[in-house]
């Protein structure tokens, strides 16, 4: 029975890695739009990622729609400014070398080269009114 243990271990292994995977760490919440999602990481560089390194630490999900165990999604992270937790949608937030949430970028719309200002034109906050078009961009 001895002669056994590699073998039983190499099968126990990816079983315990596929359990850890699907224990998150927490619950990822935006602070903008509701959003919530289980988050499996928080960090710069992703696990089983090679040489992937984010510019920001950032919530991350594996990938739901793959097997692939390397593939994953970035959920948000928080603003740079205010440090409110926000989704990486383009209602809710920008990434310009750190990542802004909708209201500071606004704020501090002038800090920003006109290419972004005029992006940021584009993405006015959600007002309370009626519900707006859906947007085209992905």
């Given at each position: 029975?001895?002669?056994?243990?590699p073998k039983v271990m190499k099968d126990i292994e990816p079983q315990m890695a596929c359990e850890a995977e699907h224990h998150p760490l927490g619950v990822f919440e935006c602070q903008l739009c509701a959003l919530t999602a289980p988050?499996?990481?928080m960090g710069q560089k992703p696990p089983n990622t090679q040489s992937v390194v984010l510019l920001?630490?950032?919530?991350?999900?594996?990938d739901p729609f793959t097997w692939d165990k390397d593939r994953?999604?970035?959920?948000?992270?928080?603003?740079s400014v205010c440090s409110r937790l926000v989704c990486v949608g383009p209602e809710c937030s920008l990434f310009y070398s750190k990542r802004f949430c909708l209201p500071c970028a606004q704020d501090?719309?002038?800090?920003?080269?006109?290419e972004i200002r005029q992006d940021l034109e584009k993405r006015k906050l959600p007002s309370?009114?009626?519900?707006?078009?859906?947007s085209s961009r992905t």
């Open positions: 029975m001895v002669t056994n243990f988050y499996s990481y920001e630490e950032s919530y991350i999900m594996k994953f999604l970035i959920l948000g992270s928080r603003c501090h719309m002038e800090a920003f080269p006109q309370k009114g009626p519900a707006s078009r859906p």
